[in-house]
């Protein structure tokens, strides 16, 4: 893997030594573990491995949880997520900074202590515990505990996707659509959401990622039961421990799959985003220089 | 349809933006908000479309209260500075965009979108995204955007800020004349005082959230009404002196000030405009007549048809300039070049008591 040329580009023995470093880290820390998965996933062959999944009910059960869970937090982030970034960028109120700091709040508390307070909320012992035994809801250890801790972790990777462009795409489109009469939905189907696809959908994948490959949180509020609450990753410790690693590395190479396919759609928005950012950008420096001149030649 | 904006005062926190603001626009002037950054005139503007709204006073249209109505039932059409078009819609798609919302018929759409990239002369580019035209260009989709909901208001901020100097003056003149052939009430928001002589019907210079100044073109450069309406509209000289017995004196010279006729002597600043200059070869006469000031030729610059001059009067260190058209300079009989002595003579000047605290 060559050194990709640069402006100060020479190969010094320094910096063959560090990319070096850096290929070896990545092998070993990355390439090797993820091609071993799918190594030992596939070494009885393709029918085996396919077996391991559609064969064992408790396995297939815990790809179906995964493949509602996940979607709904998701929908839950991209509502809460456009909302909030368009609080936050096009108002400025009390307490805004502090809010932005809350939003970053999944991520810096650990996801075992995430779980663990939903318990103390929702759980039967917890605060709203009589309130929900008397609705006859069940929240912890079952699907809707799942959505919660899921979209609490993943809370936000939407969100503070879409702040900074929000912020920098400016208010203005918004308004010159309603000077020329639409309406609130109108505004947002056909002005703010079509300029901020790329980042909401790059958000949508992360959070996405993230929420199938959830294990502390969802272990938490789960109860992990066989059949009922297990999602993949609970899947795949739960058949580790019991010595059952092929199987358990069938299901984690699909985890892995998913997690090269958002690999490569984050490439792919990436390259998107980056331009879109660059023609902004053009046009804001061109508009600000001639405004320069313009307001040189007033003074002259 | 006439504005009517009565007595509207905003702030934003403690930053008071407009402060008791009354403006008339009568029906089809195309009317000027002139001052520098901060005095309060894009908020003006803001508030007249219903894009911000007063903490006190009224907008009428036509004589009907419309402050409390939000931008979308105003109908009025807003160019904003930076023209904020649709960045992912084609240029015809964002004409249509306002009729689109009022669920126009396509083919009514089609028709009304085509008429109007007629009128800006962008025929046969509706298929391109805003990215790919000029700046010139996507300000004429801006207008003909706002146009197309046939507003009854026109309202325009920084139109040609951000347009290199030959396409703005291209661009106003073909505005001054769309205005004529429509007839629509427009409010533009400039800077720039050339802007709003060469093309409104009415100026209107603001400073600090007040109106300085109201009056027509010629009124308002003729006839400043306050010293910052004198500075604003650009290149002054200004002189601090005395005013008294009905006179004023600007180095020694008197000028007629019949507003202070008190024997008390007041301070007053002198504005002279450099145009409203004249230089001549120095006279034993003139200068014991004490109607011409004797100085010395310090820079000469040559702008094309008119000829700078800065000049140092004998005895101050103050700087005077001075515009003659070159055509003058030539026949002057004066050899312009620094270390040239010369006589100035004002044609006319400003006087201005500074101070609200004047009292008699």
């Known amino acids: ?300 | 349809m006439s504005i009517h904006v009565r007595e509207i005062t905003k702030s934003f926190g403690s930053y008071r933006a407009l402060d008791s603001v009354s403006l008339d626009v009568p029906d089809g002037t195309l009317l000027a908000l002139l001052g520098p950054s901060g005095s309060g005139k894009t908020t003006l503007l803001r508030i007249i479309a219903g894009l911000e709204f007063p903490d006190e006073g009224l907008i009428e249209e036509d004589g009907e209260d419309i402050t409390e109505r939000h931008a979308r039932q105003r109908e009025v059409g807003f160019v904003f500075q930076h023209y904020a078009l649709f960045r992912h819609m084609s240029v015809f798609e964002n004409i249509a965009f306002g009729l689109r919302v009022r669920k126009t018929p396509n083919d009514e759409v089609r028709r009304r979108v085509e008429e109007l990239l007629h009128l800006v002369r962008l025929e046969g580019l509706g298929g391109r995204k805003p990215s790919q035209l000029s700046g010139g260009q996507r300000q004429r989709v801006a207008l003909a955007r706002a146009l197309a909901i046939r507003p009854k208001i026109l309202l325009l901020d920084e139109p040609f800020g951000a347009l290199d100097a030959k396409v703005r003056v291209e661009l106003r003149q073909w505005l001054r004349r769309l205005h004529d052939e429509i007839g629509m009430t427009s409010v533009f928001v400039t800077h720039d005082q050339e802007e709003a002589f060469e093309l409104a019907d009415r100026v209107v210079v603001m400073n600090h959230g007040k109106i300085e100044q109201n009056g027509t073109p010629d009124d308002v450069f003729d006839h400043p009404a306050t010293p910052f309406v004198m500075d604003f509209l650009g290149n002054v000289n200004v002189y601090h002196g005395r005013v008294e017995n009905g006179r004023a004196f600007w180095h020694g010279i008197p000028i007629d000030y019949p507003e202070y006729p008190h024997a008390q002597a007041r301070e007053a600043r002198v504005y002279l405009r450099p145009h409203e200059l004249e230089l001549s070869p120095p006279t034993a006469v003139a200068n014991r007549l004490g109607t011409s000031l004797p100085a010395s030729v310090l820079r000469v610059s040559r702008a094309g048809a008119i000829t700078r001059v800065a000049c140092q009067p004998h005895g101050s260190d103050q700087e005077l300039h001075v515009d003659i058209p070159t055509e003058t300079a030539r026949h002057l009989q004066i050899n312009l070049e620094p270390g040239a002595h010369v006589a100035i003579t004002p044609r006319r000047a400003r006087v201005f008591i500074p101070g609200p605290e004047y009292v008699i």
């Open chain 1, 1 to 300: 893997m060559p050194a990709k040329p640069t402006t100060t580009a020479s190969s010094t023995p320094l910096s063959v030594a560090l990319v070096a470093a850096a290929v070896g880290v990545v092998g070993l820390l990355i390439v090797v573990p993820l091609a071993s998965v799918f190594y030992e996933a596939f070494a009885r062959g393709t029918k085996a491995w396919w077996e391991a999944l559609a064969h064992d009910p408790d396995t297939r059960h815990a790809i179906w949880l995964s493949l509602t869970v996940a979607p709904v937090a998701v929908a839950i982030n991209t509502v809460f997520g456009v909302a909030a970034a368009w609080l936050v960028a096009r108002f400025r109120f009390p307490g805004r900074s502090l809010l932005i700091s809350f939003f970053d709040v999944p991520f810096s508390v650990s996801p075992v202590v995430a779980g663990l307070a939903l318990v103390l909320i929702f759980g039967r012992q917890g605060l709203l515990g009589p309130t929900l035994a008397w609705l006859d809801w069940k929240i912890i250890f079952s699907w809707p505990g799942l959505v919660l801790a899921t979209t609490f972790v993943t809370l936000p990777l939407v969100v503070r996707e879409l702040i900074p462009v929000m912020e920098s795409i400016g208010p203005e489109e918004e308004m010159a659509a309603v000077s020329l009469g639409a309406s609130g939905w109108q505004v947002f189907w056909h002005v703010t959401l079509p300029n901020i696809r790329w980042a909401l959908l790059h958000g949508i994948v992360l959070a996405n990622a993230r929420a199938m490959g959830e294990f502390g949180a969802v272990y938490v509020v789960s109860g992990h039961i066989a059949g009922a609450t297990d999602t993949m990753p609970l899947r795949v410790e739960k058949l580790f421990q019991e010595y059952r690693q092929p199987a358990s590395m069938a299901v984690a190479s699909v985890l892995a799959g998913l997690a090269l396919i958002t690999l490569v759609a984050k490439f792919v928005i990436e390259r998107r985003l980056e331009a879109e950012s660059r023609e902004l950008e053009a046009a804001r420096s061109l508009a600000d220089s001639l405004d320069h001149n313009n307001v040189e030649g007033a003074v002259a």
